[in-house]
């Protein structure tokens, strides 16, 4: 059973920073690409960012300069540093991992981010 769990959300005042944790655990002999996606309230789930294995990112362009996608391959953990936030970026927060054994993507809960005016 392979398991995520997100950390690291609560509310924030705008220009305010954050950092969310994601760990995965489980039977996991290595992780693919890692990422987060997040879903504000009447909209539909979206890309903020993802990284290999290998350590190499992409960006929504929302979040680009301001957001910082990490991850501890040893601790089956990726992070996302969030700077500078902005109202607009309030939305539930999910991680995403490709488990490679199972050759499918695995999602967390969420965790929620407000960010204030």
């Known amino acids: 059973q392979v398991q995520l769990v997100e950390s690291g959300g609560g509310l924030v005042q705008a220009g305010g920073s954050l950092r969310l944790s994601c760990t995965v655990s489980g039977s996991i002999f290595s992780i693919n690409a890692m990422g987060w996606y997040r879903q504000a309230p009447g909209k539909q789930r979206e890309l903020v960012a993802t990284i290999t294995s290998g350590g190499s990112t992409n960006y929504a362009d929302s979040v680009k300069d301001r957001f910082t996608i990490s991850r501890d391959n040893a601790k089956s953990t990726v992070y996302l540093q969030m700077n500078s936030l902005k109202p607009e970026d309030t939305a539930v927060y999910y991680c995403?991992?490709?488990?490679?054994?199972?050759?499918?993507?695995?999602w967390g809960k969420g965790t929620l981010v407000t960010v204030s005016s």
């Open positions: 995403n991992a490709d488990i490679t054994q199972y050759a499918s993507y695995f």
